[in-house]
């Protein structure tokens, strides 16, 4: 199926690249839930809040499975153009949520957002997996909109996931393929990729995807931001020693399928 948001482009650009941006596929009567949403999640934050500002300066703000606590991220999720985004982007007939992921960098935070993959962060095997990063503000690499290296899903690796905020490795996790390269060091041997966004557009990326972002450097400008990792046809559930928004690990079998009370299936 292809959403009548998407474009044919759009979906080869996501196969091919790894990323597209899509623009304007939310209208204002989304982004007014979506906002009234998270600034309640920020009002009533998780166990797995953290805020990894450092020294005090400005507040770089995460938590995870909002929407089982807050009405309109429900809503947002399951009857909002989500599911029809990845379901198209991915050619899959079943769609399931793995993660909603708050993300708030307020103005003068100094922490980028490390280089890293999603993927590596979560107990699943397969291709079929697509993050949504859909701003509540504009942003631009003053404020923190992403970075992308372009094609970085197809070289068939995983790497060691980083705590995002602060790029400490993570001990207890596996090595996977080691420490993800030094883009910034080197940008010349990579093609990465960036745009300035409006509320109502969003990154969709492959879960494979090396991403970043910039630092909140401006002084009164804020950046939130709702990432949605959704999963489709061919993920399996493949155990992992860290996976860091799991509170209670659901009863599945290893290289079997996922659909459960923790992963629920949102499309069809």
């Not at 990465?192 to 972002?213: I, T």
């Not at 061919?234 to 996976?243: E, G, P, R, T």
């Amino acid at each position: 199926m292809c959403s009548n948001k998407l474009s044919p482009d759009d979906i080869r650009q996501w196969h091919e690249d790894g990323i597209v941006c899509l623009r304007g596929v939310f209208d204002q009567g989304w982004m007014d839930i979506l906002e009234t949403g998270f600034e309640n999640a920020c009002r009533n934050p998780s166990a797995l809040a953290k805020d990894y500002a450092k020294d005090g300066k400005g507040s770089f703000l995460t938590d995870h499975g909002m929407y089982r606590r807050v009405e309109e991220l429900h809503n947002f999720i399951f009857e909002s153009p989500v599911a029809e985004l990845a379901a198209g982007l991915m050619g899959a007939d079943t769609v399931n949520l793995i993660d909603d992921h708050l993300l708030l960098k307020e103005p003068g935070t100094d922490n980028p957002t490390y280089w890293h993959q999603d993927q590596p962060y979560f107990n699943f095997a397969g291709e079929d997996f697509v993050s949504l990063w859909i701003p509540i503000d504009p942003v631009d690499e003053n404020n923190g909109t992403m970075r992308f290296v372009k094609g970085s899903h197809l070289w068939g690796k995983q790497f060691h996931p980083v705590r995002i905020g602060l790029g400490e490795v993570v001990e207890e996790a596996e090595d996977f393929d080691g420490l993800a390269p030094d883009i910034d060091g080197h940008q010349g041997r990579y093609d990465v990729l960036s745009w300035s966004l409006s509320p109502g557009d969003c990154f969709a990326f492959h879960g494979k995807m090396l991403h970043a972002a910039f630092a909140n450097s401006t002084v009164h400008k804020r950046r939130r931001a709702y990432s949605l990792r959704l999963t489709g046809d061919d993920i399996v559930w493949h155990l992992n020693s860290y996976a860091p928004t799991e509170t209670k690990l659901p009863n599945l079998v290893q290289g079997g399928p996922i659909t459960c009370d923790e992963y629920p299936k949102i499309w069809p």
